[in-house]
T-cell receptor, first 114, second 116 residues
Framework: DAKTTQPPSMDCAEGRAANLPCNHS???????VYWYRQIHSQGPQYIIH???NNETNEMASLIITEDRKSSTLILPHATLRDTAVYYC???????????????FGQGTILTVHP | GAGVSQSPSNKVTEKGKDVELRCDPI?????LYWYRQSLGQGLEFLIY????????KSGLPSDRFSAERTGGSVSTLTIQRTQQEDSAVYLC??????????????FGPGTRLTVL
């Protein structure tokens, strides 16, 4: 699976948009970009994923560059409860020997402050 | 609907004892994964089940670790002769079908294991 690079930490004011970047310059054509977050003492929570097109759901938006070498997770109106570690993961199709397992990096610690 | 559940939520044991950790995946999910997260470390993959078979055990750290899954549902992770370095949060995740690309994994709350 392709490796990802994320900033170790970011701050955001409550109510503002949080934009979390991720670089995945070695991504392959069949690899998806996944975002998970982990709030303290909880299991990781799925946020969103995409292949090429931008995606939006009730939690967030995912913007993927045209060359697919980077992406941005956008939390449009951050709240204090969004404080968490955010993981950007590139995952191969589950064919072959990867079987869909997720490889977590260190992620970005997002702190939302009042 | 019900999410992934794990039990116990916390387990304290003495070095050298065996422990069993349980995972109940989301009903109907055929793929099941075990991960662990040590203090200050990232999440690391342990084992993957498709149905009752485990085609990928590459993350199990030693032969003291084993896992099984029965009835395509509940899974048990067993650690024999526990060591202090086994202390970690053990996380289980399930997915509708691990053989298809783009399948989302849903995680349980984890079991925090402390080996004294």
């Amino acid at each position: 699976d392709a490796k990802t690079t994320q900033p170790p930490s970011m701050d955001c004011a409550e109510g503002r948009a949080a934009n979390l970047p991720c670089n995945h310059s070695t991504i392959s054509g069949n690899e998806y970009v996944y975002w998970y977050r982990q709030i303290h003492s909880q299991g990781p929570q799925y946020i969103i994923h995409g292949l090429k097109n931008n995606e939006t759901n009730e939690m967030a938006s995912l913007i993927i560059t045209e060359d697919r070498k980077s992406s941005t997770l956008i939390l449009p109106h951050a709240t204090l409860r969004d404080t968490a570690v955010y993981y950007c993961i590139v995952r191969a199709n589950a064919g072959g020997t990867s079987y869909g397992k997720l490889t977590f990096g260190q992620g970005t610690i997002l702190t939302v402050h009042p | 609907g019900a999410g992934v559940s794990q039990s116990p939520s916390n387990k304290v044991t003495e070095k050298g004892k065996d422990v069993e950790l349980r995972c109940d995946p989301i009903s109907g999910h055929t793929a099941l994964y075990w991960y662990r997260q040590s203090l200050g470390q990232g999440l690391e993959f342990l084992i993957y089940f498709q149905g009752n078979s485990a085609p990928d055990k590459s993350g199990l750290p030693s032969d003291r670790f084993s896992a099984e899954r029965t009835g395509g549902s509940v899974s048990t992770l067993t650690i024999q002769r526990t060591q202090q370095e086994d202390s970690a949060v053990y996380l289980c995740a399930s997915s509708p079908d691990g053989l298809a690309g783009g399948r989302t994994q849903y995680f349980g709350p984890g079991t925090r294991l402390t080996v004294l």
